[in-house]
T-cell receptor, first 111, second 120 residues
Framework: DQQVKQNSPSLSVQEGRISILNCDYT??????FLWYKKYPAEGPTFLIS?????DKNEDGRFTVFLNKSAKHLSLHIVPSQPGDSAVYFC??????????FGTGTRLKVLA | EAGVAQSPRYKIIEKRQSVAFWCNPI?????LYWYQQILGQGPKLLIQ????????DSQLPKDRFSAERLKGVDSTLKIQPAKLEDSAVYLC??????????????????FGPGTRLTVL
């Protein structure tokens, strides 16, 4: 049972435009959510997180939105840059200390 | 600040052989995680240590996988004997602490580059 889902395996966006990556979860016990970026042959790098007590968190070009009623979060990247091309994973946890990761979305930013 | 170190970076073995991976976390990080990432999937937590104690190993296949974190610093993950389905990237991560005292969130995890295991 996939508790954290990233239904879009890939996404292409023009440089300068907005990239929106989506993530859905099923477990209402999740109370903390993270986004990671991964380049080939490297480990994931933490990008941004959000606690369930918030519905938005912003860090520079990256904003994460959380809709608890819909069990949905999204990562917005504005403006998108070619260096943002990578695989993005969302992750969630709650209750116990276990992190659950989604399957990832490959973002390609076209110059 | 040095990152999380892992070795080897690549390993090819035959099924039923044994293999061990090593991880050196960021200095001062109390929490250490081992993840398995199968191609096309997200990382799956295998085991989490807080200092040298196990916090969560519910997804560790204990009949063949073992891990230890002696002295609360370096960690090794061992597979014995390996199966074809163990082919994956094994990621080690560390964080300063498991849980922040006020926000209810977690300390940021820093990942190493991973070890790509191929079982033939």
């Amino acid at each position: 049972d996939q508790q954290v889902k990233q239904n879009s395996p890939s996404l292409s966006v023009q440089e300068g435009r907005i990239s929106i990556l989506n993530c859905d979860y099923t477990n209402s016990m999740f109370d903390y959510f993270l986004w990671y970026k991964k380049y080939p042959a490297e480990g994931p790098t933490f990008l941004i997180s959000i606690s369930s007590i918030k519905d938005k968190n912003e860090d520079g070009r990256f904003t994460v939105f959380l809709n608890k009623s819909a069990k949905h979060l999204s990562l917005h990247i504005v403006p998108s840059q070619p260096g943002d091309s990578a695989v993005y994973f969302c992750a969630a946890k709650g209750g116990t200390y276990k992190y659950i990761f989604g399957t990832g979305t490959r973002l390609k930013v076209l110059a | 600040e040095a990152g999380v170190a892992q070795s080897p970076r690549y390993k090819i073995i035959e099924k039923r052989q044994s293999v061990a991976f090593w991880c050196n976390p960021i200095s001062g990080h109390a929490t250490l995680y081992w993840y398995q990432q199968i191609l096309g999937q997200g990382p799956k937590l295998l085991i989490q240590f807080q200092n040298n104690g196990v916090v969560d190993d519910s997804q560790l296949p204990k009949d063949r996988f073992s891990a230890e974190r002696l002295k609360g610093v370096d960690s090794t993950l061992k597979i014995q004997p390996a199966k074809l389905e163990d082919s994956a990237v094994y990621l080690c991560a560390s964080s300063l602490r498991a849980k922040l005292p006020t926000s209810g969130g977690e300390g940021e995890q820093f990942f190493g580059p991973g070890t790509r295991l191929t079982v033939l």
